[in-house]
């Protein structure tokens, strides 16, 4: 067989398989169509007419909540004060209030998903939009009063940050004993698969950024690592422990950068400052250059929190928009194109997940490199 009849052949196999698909497709949406019109009487018809002239179709005039995809993304996305397990199922956190009269502390579970308020010791509080708010007297929020709580709570994403770092302690602890009783001996097990990501921290993003004064820095290079790293994993497990969007959320990723942007000018030395305070121009350039080197202090870490957030919440936006095709078009035959897609991303994003630790820990040797080389 030649190279052009494997080719027609080819051509053949595909028209037959999307002939079948579009004839599916066809005979379902038929189907339905069928079933709407032989159960329907007339009075439903000219009530459906009047909603789909004002509107309101399917899920109304089937009795069902109409599927809202930028709220279903948005609500897992978001950070909660409950971690959803299963159907209506979710794992109460602690609430921390800080009030003008003194701290209070309960259950989020006293809200019911929203539907009660709760007395405290102090306020009557009511849960809105994942947001704790002090009810007045007359049964509205008092906004003033909600302004003046500080909320310290537990959330998910906090709840899943503490998951992760557990789950870092056990694993290095444990290879860490490892190293302990195998002294001058080749790694094993665990001790084996995390040597080699640990010395790739080192010789690929340490010493190459930093030089000679690399080791001084390693424990908070690894840390960023390994802890952007488990915590873009988790994020990739839609159920319980996973799910939770804690690098996705723009105040840890702040806190990481202030941290970079901390350790780097702690550590500069007088030639770093002598570039932002006294830079090799004339001088009378002074005035337009040093503002920009101060914006560059703060633009880096800047660069920093964004580039992470953005990468981390538009991998789950994706995903959950891919999903979301299949209650959109509500019918199962969109599932395997859905599902297929997000597989495919769900691929990409581990990728995404060990890329995002790798370029943050990267940027931060970098800057931290720029800040203590010596001037040659």
């Known amino acids: 067989m030649d190279c052009n009849q494997v080719f027609v052949s080819k051509v053949k196999r595909l028209i037959v398989v999307f002939t079948l698909l579009i004839a599916f497709l066809s005979i379902k949406i ?32 089937h009795g069902e909540e109409k599927f809202e995809p930028t709220k279903v993304i948005m609500e897992h996305i978001a950070d909660s004060h409950m971690w959803h397990l299963w159907g209506h199922t979710s794992l109460p956190l602690p609430v ?45 929020i008092d906004e003033e009063a909600s302004k003046s709580v500080l909320d310290f709570s537990i959330t998910k994403n906090v709840a ?31 001790q084996s698969f995390m040597e080699p ?29 390994f802890f952007i790293l488990f915590n873009n994993l988790f994020g990739l497990i839609p159920i319980f422990p996973g799910g939770a969007n804690v690098t996705g959320n723009i105040a840890l990723t702040f806190v990481m950068a202030l941290g970079t942007l901390i350790i780097v000018n702690i550590n500069g030395n007088k030639y770093y400052w002598k570039h932002i305070f006294k830079p090799d121009v004339p001088f009378w350039l002074y005035p337009i250059m040093i503002p920009v080197e101060l914006i560059g202090i703060i633009s880096k870490p800047f660069a920093l929190m964004v580039r992470l957030f953005a990468n981390i919440t538009a991998g789950h936006i ?31 994003e581990l990728l995404v997940a060990f890329l995002q630790a790798f370029i943050f820990t990267l940027l931060t040797a970098l800057f931290i490199g720029m800040a203590v080389e010596e001037h040659h």
């Open 96 to 140: 921390i209030l800080y009030t003008a009269n003194g701290l209070e502390i309960f259950s989020s579970g006293h809200f019911h998903h929203g539907e009660h308020d709760y007395n405290g010791k102090y306020n009557n509080y009511r849960l809105e939009e994942d947001h704790i708010k002090v009810v007045g007297a007359d049964g509205k």
């Open 197 to 225: 990501i640990i010395v790739f921290v080192r010789d690929d993003i340490a010493k190459p950024n930093i030089g000679h004064k690399y080791a001084k820095f390693m424990p908070y290079l690894l840390t960023t690592f």
């Open 318 to 348: 994706i995903v959950l928009s891919l999903i979301s095709l299949i209650f959109i078009f509500e019918t199962l035959a969109i599932a395997p194109v859905s599902v297929a897609f997000v597989l495919f991303m769900d691929v990409l």
């Open 30 to 61: 038929d189907t339905f169509a069928q079933v709407d019109s032989a159960v329907v009487p007339v009075d439903s018809v000219v009530a459906g007419s009047a909603e789909a002239v004002s509107g309101e179709h399917g899920a109304a005039k």
């Open 160 to 190: 899943a940050m503490f998951v992760a770092i557990f789950v870092i302690l056990v694993i290095f602890i444990s290879a860490a004993a490892s190293y302990r009783k195998r002294v001058g001996k080749a790694p094993k097990g665990l």
